[in-house]
């Protein structure tokens, strides 16, 4: 069983910026395809961002020219970092590793943009 941390979410003004962070427990950290997803209140689950263990990356549209993925394979994690911060994009971010039939989930970290 792979365990996820996630780290860095706080509130923010419009136009700030945050860095989330994703620790893991896996044995090995590399095969996985790591990613950031959100859910906002009364809405589902949203991709944000994905990169995978080959190195392609894929944005939602929505974030692309603001949000940066990156992960480090020595330190088991994945990195979110979020620029030009809007109302919108207030959810609860979530890591997720996924390898074949396995797919895990942190527990999720509040990200709130308000002034």
């Known amino acids: 069983q792979v365990q996820l941390v996630e780290s860095g979410g706080d509130l923010v003004q419009p136009g700030g910026s945050l860095r989330l962070s994703c620790a893991a427990s896996?044995?090995?950290?590399?095969?996985?395809?790591t990613g950031w997803y959100r859910q906002a209140p009364g809405n589902e689950r949203e991709l944000v961002a994905v990169?995978?263990?080959?190195?392609?990356?894929n944005y939602a549209e929505s974030v692309k020219g603001r949000f940066t993925i990156s992960r480090d394979n020595a330190k088991k994690s994945v990195y979110l970092q979020m620029n030009s911060l809007k109302p919108e994009d207030t959810a609860v971010y979530y890591c997720?590793?996924?390898?074949?039939?396995?797919?895990?989930w942190g527990q999720g970290t509040q990200v709130t943009v308000s002034s």
């Open positions: 997720n590793l996924a390898f074949r039939v396995r797919n895990y």
């Open positions: 990169i995978t263990s080959g190195g392609s990356f």
């Open positions: 896996a044995t090995i950290f590399s095969i996985y395809d």
